[in-house]
Antibody, heavy 119, light 111 residues
Framework: EVQLVESGGGLLQPGGSLRLSCAAS????????MSWVRQAPGKGLEWVSA????????SYADSVKGRFTISRDNSKNTLYLEVNSLRAEDTAVYYC????????????WGQGTLVTVSS | QSLLTQPPSVSGAPGQRVTISCTGS?????????VHWYQQIPGTAPKLLIY???NRPSGVPDRFSGSKSGTSASLAITGLQAEDEADYYC???????????FGTGTKITVL
């Protein structure tokens, strides 16, 4: 059974930093690209970042470029999102997501971790 | 501001057929990139409904179907049921962003 379990969310002040983690199990983690998708309270889904299966290729939404860094450790079956210079508009539930092969479609989602940015 | 536009809401009576449009542009749907659809019940993670424009994952009823034409895509639900009441999102890849993009989302209400 595929499982994606996020952790690391919390309440932070503007300008703060944190690292989100996603522990993956139940599939060959190193074979699949992975993504982070977020959802602000009461709002729609927003793609944040993606990383190739090897970790050699990454991409970011313009809204987080230069502030967020996606990475993965295939030996630990874990996906990360380093978030810096947090803003109030970064407040959201952050979902870890497994992409399907050969397409950006997402076939499995984690339960999400809430990041709240407030002074 | 999303590059994929969906109607904010759609409603229908049980048993009816409803459709949700997803309007993009020449840098995403019109460029031939796959379109995927997700269902999200508030408070839960999204669930994949349709991938690659018109393919259903195992376990998704055949009441759900997808199509694409030009720069737009559509999700159709036939035989609408109370359990279909949820938010629905389309997704595609956008070459101008070099990344994925989600639609604005549509809330389906079963009357």
């Amino acid at each position: 059974e595929v499982q994606l379990v996020e952790s690391g969310g919390g309440l932070l002040q503007p300008g703060g930093s944190l690292r989100l983690s996603c522990a993956a199990s139940g599939f060959a983690f190193s074979t699949y690209a992975m993504s982070w998708v977020r959802q602000a309270p009461g709002k729609g889904l927003e793609w944040v970042s993606a990383i190739s299966s090897s970790g050699g290729s990454t991409s970011y939404a313009d809204s987080v470029k230069g502030r967020f860094t996606i990475s993965r450790d295939n030996s630990k079956n874990t996906l990360y999102l380093e978030v810096n210079s947090l803003r109030a508009e970064d407040t959201a539930v952050y979902y870890c997501a497994k992409e399907m092969l050969l397409t950006e479609g997402i076939d499995f989602w984690g339960q999400g971790t809430l990041v709240t940015v407030s002074s | 501001q999303s590059l994929l536009t969906q109607p904010p809401s759609v409603s229908g009576a049980p048993g009816q057929r409803v459709t949700i449009s997803c309007t993009g542009s020449s840098s995403n749907i019109g460029a031939g990139f796959d379109v995927h659809w997700y269902q999200q019940i508030p408070g839960t993670a999204p669930k994949l409904l349709i991938y690659g424009t018109n393919n259903r994952p195992s376990g998704v009823p055949d009441r759900f179907s997808g199509s694409k034409s030009g720069t737009s895509a559509s999700l159709a639900i036939t035989g609408l049921q109370a359990e279909d009441e949820a938010d629905y999102y389309c997704q595609s890849y956008d070459s101008s962003l070099s990344g994925s993009v989600f639609g604005t989302g549509t809330k389906i209400t079963v009357l």
